[in-house]
């Protein structure tokens, strides 16, 4: 496997860290032993953890009112991969990339696939795009795309989406991911029935087109484009519209994609219960779809989805495997380090998750003891579990400090040479 940052950088990085490390891991140690926890079983599950990168997110991202591009953004998706690359080189939790089509230009396959390879990465999920219309592109989506008035709009929306499946299919992903925009701005616009008919329609066809061991994910948000009513605008919708699919389609959760307060935890609990979750696009939110660095404003929200997918994981074991992504748009930050660090707020939050104390929880719900029941989870969410992340990543082949590691591997200064600036370039490819 191919690195991209030295690896005797990274050696050098991490001898000089290692000694300070190894005193926190056995002060932790010492500390979850008079639990009852044994650090050496979280670590080696800290180690299996996985958040696949969003290509998108290589890039800065841009609000709707302006972009500010940062230097040495990658150009295509080889080097938004050879990004990818790094992030994962350095925190050893994420050899998944979500692509995003046609963002991501792909012709090659093979070559793109082999690249992926060279870095010890492999294509999650894919991701379809008829939320804005592309250049040459025969109808419009500006009244919809699945869902439109228009069945010939409807045929191309729902011929993309086979597209997607089939590039997806050639890259190795095993999912594709459908957001749809569609919806009114005005009381009448639509018939709101009428709308979640034809959408159903379309995905029937895009169902039908699936392979037999992929999922279809349905991803929901509230609003945005649409701001009267989306169409697919929650969990609930999601959830009847996989039911009425089949097997194969599942509901993905964008943490980002909900009315402000919403118990995002108690909608991953009602979608396990009913074996609908397929996955989650994790990022953090103030207002709305923010789609700010995941656990930089409500980590115990964070923690609180983890609690609830370590009791299904209990409950039903090996088979539980939702797709964990991140959906994230940097703006002020350089994005290779908004993804190193969110990779590990997702990786810490999954880590003290399993750290719950479960018997005692069932024993303080079942006594009615409110008090030590809140206290039980707020026991695991306060205990810095940092040590075991790096160590994951030491052992793992990655940086005991990723953020440290890249910014004095000078990847950023490199890229920026050989990627110059270009004007009014964008990574989505909405300029
Ligand atoms: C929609 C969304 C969806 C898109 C991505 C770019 O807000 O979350 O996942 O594909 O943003
Ligand atoms: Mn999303
Ligand atoms: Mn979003």
Redesign the pocket.
Known sequence: MSTIIDSGRVAEHNDKLRGGLEEDYAALAGMLSRRGVDIEQLTAKAQKFAVAL?S?GAGTGGTRFARFPGRGEPRNVFEKLDDCGVIHQLTRATPGVSL?FPWDKVSDTQALRQQAEAHGLYFDAV?S?T?QDQVGQEHTYKYGSMTAISAATRAQAVAHNVECIELGNALGSKAL?V?V?DGANFPGQHNLRGALERYLESAREIYAALPADWNLLI?H?LF?PAFYATTIADWGTSFACAQSLGEKAKCLV?L??HAPNTNIEMIVARLTQFGKLGGF?FNDSKYG?D?LDSGSINPFQLFLVFNELADAAEREGAAFNPAYML?QSHNVTDPIESLMSSAVEVQRAFVQANLVDRDALRGFQESHDALQSAQTLKHAYRTDVSAILAMARLRNGGAIDPVACYRASGYRDQVAEARPAKAGASS?GIV
Do not use: A, L, V, Y
């Open positions: 969003p998108w995003h991701n795009n939320f991911t957001w925009g991803e948000k945005e964008d980002g994609h696009h779809d789609d959906d989505s």
